[in-house]
């Protein structure tokens, strides 16, 4: 399996959680890595735990979905062209369909969908990326209906999910592959903030997903799996990696 040496990939949501993960692994197998997220401290910090000293980072508000290509144009300055993507950045807020806001739909489907979609169309243009590379977008399998108080974060990953399977004809025009990872319940800060709130939370996923909570690590062995030659004949596709929760 060829992997990633001396590519370029850019990493939303690269600080922490799957993106950090993501991030780290590719550059341990040498890429260099361009990571994004709008927090400059938590970007300093992931770029100091990241293998390599050719990683970037770029400071960027993805909820500001009318502006996505200053990301591009930076990497123009910096003489980058894209081998590989991949979207890990997610907004997972905990509400009942009552607390719902217009404000929060709109924060949540912008981060989680519309800002990669803009990605994706910037992306795919010659001068930004080379032919035949990957694309890959962490969906949920919370996109297929498993979670309380979950509606928003579900129903995003799920548009999230669909227009991976959309897109994935049209950018064969350049033999970009684009598929979607969909995890289990993972260690990430989701899962922090739900034990704040259910007692025994770890036992009760152990009743749920067989296989018990997801590292992040090995979500990202997954996703180099998807951005990898192994993976040329798969696009359109969701990679379920649930932790056996669907065997229930």
Known sequence: MKVCQSKNYLVTG????????????????GARVII?????????N???????????????????????????????????????????AGIAPL???????????????????????ELVKYYQQEENSKANTKIVAVSSITAK??????TLYGSSKAALSSSVKLMAKELLNRNIHINTISPGVCDTELLNKLKYES???????????????ISPEKVSE???????????????TDLI????????
């Open 199 to 213: 007692e025994n939370l770890e036992d009760k996923i152990m009743q749920s997903q067989s296989l018990g909570i």
């Open 46 to 88: 992931a770029i100091h735990v990241i293998k390599g000293d050719s990683n970037l980072y770029f400071k960027y508000n993805l909820e500001d979905t009318r502006n996505i290509s200053s990301i591009f144009e930076f990497l123009h300055s910096k003489e980058i062209i894209l081998d590989g993507m991949v979207h890990c």
């Open 14 to 29: 690269g600080t922490s959680g799957i993106g950090l993960a993501v991030a780290k692994k590719l550059a341990s197998v």
């Open 241 to 248: 990696f649930d932790g056996g929760a669907f065997l229930k």
């Open 145 to 150: 209906g498993a979670g309380y108080r979950q």
């Open 95 to 117: 509400c009942l369909i009552q607390d719902n806001t217009v404000e929060l739909m709109e924060s949540v489907f912008n981060v989680n969908v519309f800002s990669f979609l």
């Open 222 to 236: 997954a996703i180099l799996f998807l951005l990898s030659d192994a993976a040329d004949y798969l696009t359109g």
């Open 36 to 44: 994004i997220s709008n927090n400059e401290e938590k970007l300093k």
